[in-house]
């Protein structure tokens, strides 16, 4: 065989939800073998499992990887060749210790052959033997960021190990060894991120169901003791209350946010809308104050017309030599100072009209582009409130009804006990 297990545990695998990316879902029914294989071929470290015919697991090990322990029996590590993240759960702390401990080593060793290679990319890597692997050194690589999803509820992983060790470990390695060669990873769709509204469903359902497991795990059927039963039902009960109470206060936290939001839009609508009527009093004024100068203009050049006509009228009558030249210069004098006047009132009003009119004016179109912009985000501010109000309203009914599914239910079984 290419591959041989170099070290076996047994686990309860789970794989994260591929719709929610914030959950888990159970990959075998009950504690599997979970197997590290080494391939001398290609220098390569493999985690397998199989249930049946079934693959739960199988992950290259790569010198990125990083397993994460999120509780004292769980832990888990991202894969993103297979687009996923493993989850496994332990039956005690120091098989997670141990499992941890044979991650580190091989990824490790996969860092060293990795390093190996691209130092001596001409060379060919020395054939090892297939049932020892080329593990030197136990350090553990520095720790790779990665989201921590909370563990699953410890009766899903509890109630699915085996409490007696398997007699037979060795079957266990050659079932997956013969497995080998079926082993496919497949993508899981989809990217982590969803919508805060998604995510408050899918932990309200999750942990719904992780309460619905505890109680089937407490049932009669599965303990048989009367003292048991009504102690663990009890703290069921508790902590669903607790649980629902919880969720009740985190949607009624979101709510409070969303009204929050929509007064900050009404505030911030309220100040645009002083600031458009501000400049709007300013452009206004602006106009008036170019009518002012047409106004003005328009006296200059009337008072130019007469000035001309009394010139007209001078020279008509044909005054004397001294007294023409005099009013000559006068009216050259008035005519060099209406020129003055008239080209500092062009300048003015082109300047009025090039600079300060256009500019009110873009920036009273840009406070109008904003202003309806703000008006559709307040719309659907409010909209998106709305909905979010209602589906808390939902949850809240619905959180009600199970409280009172929960009462009748150990008021059934204080009956049954007592009778």
Known sequence: MLEQPIFTCKAHV????????RSWVSASTAAVSVSFFYDSTRSLYRIISVEGSKAVINSTITPHMTFTKTSQKFGQWSDVRANTVYGLGFSSESELGKFIEKFNEVKEATKQAGNKI?????SVTPATSANVSPITSRSGMPSVEQDVIDPPNSSMINSNISASNNPNPNANMISAQNSISSVSSS?????????KEDDYKTITHS?????SQQSTIDSPQHQGKGQQ???????????????????????KLALAQSSANAKKWEIELSTLKTNNARLTSAL????ANVDEWKRQLQLYKEENARVKARYAELEASKISEGNTDALRLRVEA????????????????MATKNKDYACLQKENADLREMLNV???????????????????????NRLASYIQDLVGVHRDIANTLQT
């Open 374 to 396: 703000v008006h559709e985000q307040l719309e659907i501010t409010m909209s998106a409130n709305k909905v979010q109000k209602q589906n808390v309203e939902t949850l809240n």
């Open 187 to 195: 993508p899981l769709p989809g990217s982590l991120g969803q919508s």
């Open 14 to 21: 789970f794989h994260i939800d591929p719709k929610t990316k």
């Open 334 to 349: 008035l005519e060099n100072e209406l020129r003055t006047r008239n080209e500092d009132l062009k300048a003015l009003t």
């Open 229 to 251: 039963l009504n102690a663990n039902v009890n703290s069921g009960g508790q902590t669903t209350e607790m649980q629902l109470k919880y969720e009740n206060d985190r949607l």
């Open 118 to 122: 691209q130092t001596n990319s001409s």
């Open 284 to 287: 206004q004024e602006s106009t």
């Open 207 to 211: 942990r719904s169901q992780s309460i």
